[in-house]
Nanobody, 123 residues
Framework: QVQLVESGGGSVEAGGSLRLSCVVS????????LAWFRQGPGKEREFVAV????????FYADSVKGRFTLVRDNAKNAAYLEMNNLKPDDTAIYYC????????????????WGQGTQVTVSS
């Protein structure tokens, strides 16, 4: 019912920037908490950032705090992850997730997921 499509991934050198997009269909995005998770090679999926459904709070993992910014555009039913000063450890598949209700930082709380977009950061 709710579909999320990520885009904007690619390859970039360390210190570069990327902007990931997540477009939501099937429901109005303002009713959902929107989150980004990532899974690097050989690693478990981890929390990156989340925006509450009210738009009043945005929270980040310590590993990306100060470098990544999650922004919402409810009029476009979209969310964006602006990534700056990228590091090789940021290499991962990035997933957008949504849930109707309160925000969480654990992946099992999110029933709706995008297919992922690959981000590769070289030294």
């Amino acid at each position: 019912q709710v579909q999320l499509v990520e885009s904007g991934g690619g390859s970039v050198e360390a210190g570069g920037s990327l902007r990931l997009s997540c477009v939501v269909s099937g429901d109005v995005v303002s009713r959902h908490a929107l989150a980004w998770f990532r899974q690097g090679p050989g690693k478990e999926r981890e929390f990156v950032a989340v925006s509450s459904r009210s738009g009043g709070g945005t929270f980040y993992a310590d590993s990306v705090k100060g470098r990544f910014t999650l922004v919402r555009d409810n009029a476009k039913n979209a969310a964006y992850l602006e990534m700056n000063n990228l590091k090789p450890d940021d290499t991962a598949i990035y997933y957008c997730a949504a849930r109707a209700g309160s925000y969480y930082v654990t992946e099992n709380k999110y029933p709706n997921w995008g297919q992922g977009t690959q981000v590769t950061v070289s030294s």
